[in-house]
């Protein structure tokens, strides 16, 4: 039997990573509008699904996919629940260097409650440093390239800004979510020299040693996530490229997972 109804054929749409988006002009980065696709972008961002924290221990400091049962994680510090460490050994002999930091952290966790309660008072939102912390593992790859562009780790250990600049990430952070606006390196003096309490909080940081990083949800500078984060590992670094292009391609990445996700069509901001 004939049907008059015409079967609908949906347009057929190409693999999402050839969809292509269109950023318009930047004023404020300076960049003309720009057209892309998917796939130029996933290829831009490096992705490392695998990493978790690495051992504190800067002596140590062994990731845990080096493991050769690849663990899923390290066991945390029982005192402040924030930093990792590979095994007790690392941990006792992290413990001199470990102490300010761990009780700093502590002290936070205190400081932070009394913030929440507040809010709630207020009726004001708030975002606990739990919360950024875990926005930042999930985004472990934009942050890292953030990191990597800002400061221009691809010009080598070196020649790059990490021993004298930190990375400030500024976010929106509402109901709906964290949103990643910039990321840009503060120099580490610009800091210290500012503020006796950041000199204080950062010298547990070890700065100079480690990628030190620094969260401003909305603005607030208060209560600011500052953790650090793990060094590209030595045959890494020859990798690592300039990309002038990060910022767009960093502030694109949440919708990315969605076209992952939803596995195609759609328009982009
Ligand atoms: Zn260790
Ligand atoms: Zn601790």
Not at 39 to 63: F, H, Q, Y
Not at 146 to 169: E, N
């Amino acid at each position: 039997m004939e049907t008059t109804d015409k079967q609908w054929d949906p347009p057929s749409s190409r693999p999402w990573r050839q969809n292509e988006f269109f950023i318009p002009p930047d004023e404020e980065t300076g960049f003309e509008e720009y057209k892309s696709t998917w796939g130029t972008v996933i290829d831009k961002v490096p992705s490392k699904p695998a990493l978790k924290r690495g051992c504190e221990s800067l002596r140590c400091g062994k990731r845990p996919d080096q493991e050769p049962e690849g663990k899923a994680g390290f066991p945390k510090c029982a005192g402040c629940g924030v930093v990792n460490y590979c095994s007790r050994e690392c941990q006792k002999s992290d413990w001199k260097e470990h102490k300010g930091l761990c009780k700093m952290q502590v002290m936070n966790i205190q400081d932070e409650r009394a913030a929440e309660v507040k809010a709630r008072l207020d009726d004001t939102f708030f975002i606990s440093n739990a919360e950024l912390r875990k926005w930042y593992h999930e985004n472990v790859d934009v942050v890292d390239h953030a990191i990597v562009q800002t400061l221009q780790l691809y010009k080598g250990r070196d020649h790059s800004l990490w021993r004298t600049h930190i990375v400030v990430f500024e976010l929106n952070v509402d109901e709906f979510g964290i949103e990643f606006i910039n990321a840009r390196a503060l120099p580490l003096d610009f800091l210290t020299k500012g503020s006796s309490t950041a000199a204080a909080a950062l010298s547990h940081y070890d700065p100079g040693k480690r990628i030190i990083v620094m969260f401003l949800p909305n603005g607030v500078r208060s209560l600011t996530l500052i953790d650090n984060h793990e060094f590209p590992r030595e045959e890494e670094w020859a990798g690592l490229r300039e990309d002038e292009r990060w910022r767009l391609h960093c502030s694109v990445r949440p919708a990315i997972l969605e076209a992952v996700e939803g596995g195609g069509d759609f328009l982009i901001l």
